[in-house]
């Protein structure tokens, strides 16, 4: 005699955060998408889970395209784990969701600041202090190189070659890649190293570049929270974070004619297709731009 249905569902439930370790919230999610078809299912088709027809599944999937693609692609994976489980435990002979296509869901495109916007957070910090120096630094060096904010706040003193104009980074994978620092910057470090880490070190030790005023390596935290503070005193209103900074400069190298290759070595990209997402930001910008200053735009 087959089990209830809704003793097979809490039993693929339990066997889910048995196997996968699969947290609260993802078996909730699971609950609810199969209680959400189970309920439609017993309503429009009188037909319960184990049942189910790939044309029941897409006829679901017709009555719920209103809903965001996202949604539908979540839904859709719950059910995929859940019919594999079945099929594995013989509960069901095929599965219906074997030729059910996920929905197609676009890479939401990075969130940049324009130049303008970029120059008055870079102006934002007070560099008549000590704090307000590093933060013009550190601001600098981000929007110069690239960096993830991991390797901005990882970097030390060794990794900075202010002769030659390069920094040393250790990126994901302990890839290792020299990127260059740009003229700005390395003007805004030498007064850092020579002015502004010295009395924030106080004599204490520190293997870190960038250091807060207990002298002490600077957190993600701390440097999340420094950027919007700026940000504000910039009078940037829309949503931003350090990885903005990451967008902004290689958005800004390709609206000036950078090669995507070089672009891709500079952020440390060991896959191209990760670096193209930037070039359909910079053609989003040079359409705005043509429709606001051509006379035909």
Not at 82 to 88: D, K, P
Not at 129 to 158: F, H, K, N, W
């Amino acid at each position: 005699m087959a089990a209830p249905t809704d003793t097979i569902i809490e039993q693929f439930l339990d066997a889910m955060w048995m196997e996968r370790g699969l947290s609260e919230n993802t078996l909730k999610a699971y609950r609810t998408d199969l209680s959400g078809f189970r309920q439609w299912l017993l309503r429009e088709q009188q037909t319960e889970l184990p049942a189910v027809q790939r044309a029941d599944i897409l006829r679901y999937l017709g009555e719920r395209q209103s809903a965001r693609a996202s949604s539908q692609a979540r839904f859709l994976s719950s059910l995929r784990r859940f019919y594999r489980w079945l099929l594995r435990e013989k509960h069901i002979h095929n599965d219906p969701t074997e030729l059910v296509d996920s929905p197609k869901l676009g890479r939401p495109l990075p969130k940049v600041l324009s130049e303008q916007e970029v120059e008055a957070l870079l102006a934002a910090p007070d560099t008549g202090t000590e704090l307000g120096l590093r933060d013009r630094s550190m601001l600098e060096v981000l929007y110069a190189c690239g960096l993830r904010v991991s390797e901005l706040i990882s970097l030390q003193p060794a990794q900075v070659n202010l002769q030659q104009g390069v920094i040393r980074v250790m990126g994901k994978g302990n890839k290792e890649r020299l990127v260059p620092l740009g003229e700005e910057a390395i003007s805004w470090l030498e007064r850092y190293l020579g002015e502004s880490r010295p009395d924030l070190l106080a004599g204490r030790v520190c293997d870190s570049l960038f250091v807060t005023r207990r002298g002490e390596a600077m957190t993600r935290q701390a440097f999340w929270y420094m950027v919007k503070r700026h940000a504000q005193v910039a009078g940037i209103d829309k949503p931003i974070s350090p990885h903005t900074l990451r967008h902004a400069f290689a958005t800004h190298l390709l609206n000036h004619g950078a090669d995507l290759r070089v672009v891709q070595m500079l952020l440390g990209h060991s896959d191209l297709s990760t670096t193209q997402i930037y070039t359909h930001v910079a053609q989003i910008r040079l359409q705005q731009l043509h429709a606001k200053h051509h006379p035909r735009g």
